[in-house]
């Protein structure tokens, strides 16, 4: 079985700076492009940032200049650096993985519980 674990989330104020982290566990084969996607109260998931993985990130526009994806393929790990924080950036993060299993040979996407992080000054 795969998981998939954020961590790092919390409140900050604005301009402040925040890590979070995904580990991915589990039967894992391989990893392919893993993602950032943010959900704020009311409204529906979007994608943050994606990185593939050969390591090539792409970012919605609202937070280019801002935050970094990055990952650490011996680890499993996905990262989101986040900076220069706005109020706007309020939401559950939730981090998503394509992943093929051990068990099934298959691919599919996972996603994490979720981790919260609050700008407010």
């Known amino acids: 079985q795969v998981q998939l674990v954020e961590s790092g989330g919390g409140l900050v104020q604005p301009g402040g700076s925040l890590r979070l982290s995904c580990a991915a566990s589990?039967?894992?084969?391989?990893?392919?492009?893993m993602a950032w996607y943010c959900q704020a109260p009311g409204k529906q998931r979007e994608l943050v940032a994606r990185i593939t993985a050969g390591g090539s990130a792409y970012y919605t526009d609202s937070v280019k200049g801002r935050f970094t994806i990055s990952r650490d393929n011996t680890e499993k790990t996905v990262y989101l650096q986040m900076n220069y924080l706005k109020p706007e950036d309020t939401a559950v993060y939730y981090c998503n993985g394509d992943i093929r299993s051990w068990g099934t040979g298959m691919s599919q996407y996972y996603w994490g519980q979720g981790t919260q992080v609050a700008v407010s000054s």
């Open positions: 589990g039967s894992i084969d391989s990893i392919g492009d």
